[in-house]
């Protein structure tokens, strides 16, 4: 069994100490009012019990509360008072400094916590460990001096999370979505270095990787590109090709049509195209930017973003090859094709894909494949979204996140060069438990918390006033979000809809399983579910409405939060079944991952739930090894087509390298924490496996903590292996 130190590293749990700490205090009283022996020890078996009876490892500081609790309990208040007095004391000492611990702990690879923050995030690499220890001055810093104190002490709660605040000491927002058209068409610049408009494909691929990396650089969150601003520098290749062949034809006095060349220059088009995306594959996997990991990339692949067919046609080409070589794979250090986690592909159903007598059925079928074989592309609905986002159909930002429609001085919508400012999300699960079940003090807190949210929020905003343009020229001066002079600041990007700011919520399904005694799913209780949604959405509206700052409910995809959120709901409420028993709460307003439901069934009842989620949303099917049953990821394809504008089917794709095992790698529980092995040959080694899940929109590689792995573990098949699904 083991104990999380305050500087996240793993301890074996020594029931010596907490009896060696228990007899500090108890010698500090007069004999008559110190504990016997007895009862240390009973108090130090309570606690190796109840730490015994968790599916985690507990902290120090949960344990030193459980102390002072059963000191209590044995009647002996001044030995307690005496032992909170240590405690106190001890604090003020670490509060002298905040931040030395958990940095030497991460550079000695003892820091667990650390290790497991992040699932795209390797913590032995140089550039990572530089990130953290940027990242643990930075929490220190906004902590202390950047946060009001009733904002961070919620945080520290998990009231709230006040998201990626090791990143909030520097002027950074969170995720865009980059204008890669007016980077191509006119123009960037990428380390003082002037790019013009790309002469072929393979250029303009070229540029789009460079521009990536150097934006993934300049910001903390996710980024999206189109294939449809890549599509017309197809013909331009073909133009050269078409020049260069008749060129070479004549000047070897070869007699050729026009059809002949114009079908050699064709097979050096598809090469090119071949050649761009591999591009475009392997360098966003292998880039490395300066916080230590790949750029959180999404590719948007929609036929109907572009209006000349021969442009289309050419979109058609570049999205199959872009499918081909995902369902390919990429090499591991083995050489074996395993399943990377970026760029993440987004794939637009709509009325030229949806049907077999579509023009371009054969991509969907081909997307299907790719889903089954790589867990991507995700998919958006064309008909759903317009229904939801006044006509329009738009890829989202990172794993989820969604703009508001703007439109700009010529009444026109604007999607890319457009970003994020930030997320603060509200914990629903710890509103219910604080309520005690009753409805009319829940909806009193869930004000009180909103408007901590928003106080947060403004702090958000306002560390991005004043920015200079300088901080990120490729983001504000050189296209990829902004043209603005040097020196200019971003204020007004800040303002009426440019750019939005995310009121984030987790753990619905507990929470109105605490409130009604039933899953939101239950058609009594979905009422309840709905009405709280909508609260959330007439907030944001409200502030909108006082600020002109676009604020928007965004359905947070916890990934490290998860846990602390439980960790923290089990320290103040106990252990509640069905709402705080297990290491993790359920992200936005999914269905639990326990919850029996087909796949079908779940899209459809989720459905709701998105549209007033429209910040950010996803919804996911988790599905087994699909790829001899093509049929039935069609099926789903189509009801997400029918009914839901974004969705998601969940495989597995997962290899061992000790006996070369491709199935899915298992969790099993080692001494009470849970570890991922190898069915076939038991291997453990996580070095030695490699395992991708989707955990929080993006699919992670690098393993999880212990609350996201047990809700990896716990979660049910929405399909099963012998359903066609029709």
Known sequence: MKILKRSGAEEVFDITKIIAAIQKANNTVSKEKRLNQRQIVYIAETIEDYCKSMTRASSVEEIQDMVEEEIMKQSAYNVAKNYIKYRYKRAMVRHSNTTDEQILSLLEFDNEEVKQENSNKNPAINSVQRDYMAGEVSKDITKRFLLPEDVQQAHEEGII????????????????????????????????????????????????????????????????????HLAPFVQISRDKFLKEVR???????????????????????????????????????????????????????????????????????????????RIKGVKNETGVYITPAFPKLIYVLEEDNITPDSPYYYLTELAARCTAKRMVPDYISEKVMKELKEGNCYTCMGCRSFLTVYKDENGKPKFYGRFNQGVVTLNLVDIACSSGGDLSKFYKILDERLKLCYKALMCRHNRLKGTPSDVAPILWQYGALARLKKGEKIDKLLLNGYSTISLGYAGLCECTRYMTGKSHTDPSATPFALDLMQRLNDACARWRAETTIHFSLYGTPLESTTYKFAKCLQKRFGIIEGV???????????????????????????????????????????????????????????????????????????????????????????????????????????NKLNVARRTCGYIGTQFWNQGRTQEIKDRVMHLSNHETAF
């Open 580 to 686: 705080t028993d297990k290491n993790y709460i359920t992200n936005s307003y999914h269905v639990h991952v326990g919850e029996n439901i087909n796949a079908f069934d779940k899209l459809t009842f989720e459905a709701q739930f998105q549209k007033l989620s429209p910040g950010g949303a996803i919804s996911y099917v988790e599905v087994p090894n699909m790829q001899n049953n093509i049929p039935a990821v069609l099926a789903i394809i189509r009801h997400i087509y029918d009914n839901i504008m974004y969705a998601e089917l969940n495989t597995k794709s997962d290899y061992c390298q000790v006996c070369g095992f491709d199935g899915e790698i298992k969790i099993v529980n080692d001494d009470g924490k849970l570890v991922w092995e190898c069915p076939n040959c038991g291997n453990r080694n996580e």
């Open 161 to 228: 999370h006040f998201h990626d605040a090791d990143y909030f000491a520097q002027h950074m927002h969170n995720c865009c979505l980059v204008n890669l058209e007016d980077m191509l068409q006119n123009g960037t610049v990428i380390s003082e270095t002037t790019i013009e408009k790309p002469h072929s494909f393979s250029t303009a691929c070229n540029i789009a990787t460079q521009s990536i990396a150097q934006i993934a650089s300049s910001q903390y969150g996710g980024q999206s590109i189109s294939l449809a």
């Open 247 to 325: 060129e070479e034809f004549k000047s070897q006095n070869i007699d050729a049509t026009e059809t002949e060349i114009a079908n050699v220059a064709e097979m050096r088009v598809m090469r090119e195209i071949r050649q761009g995306v591999q591009m475009i594959q392997y360098q966003v996997i292998t880039l490395m930017t300066t916080n230590g990991q790949a750029p959180f990339v999404t590719v948007f692949m929609y036929l109907n973003e572009v209006e000349d067919p021969n442009t289309k046609r050419d979109l058609a080409l570049i999205i199959e090859e872009m499918l081909y070589q």
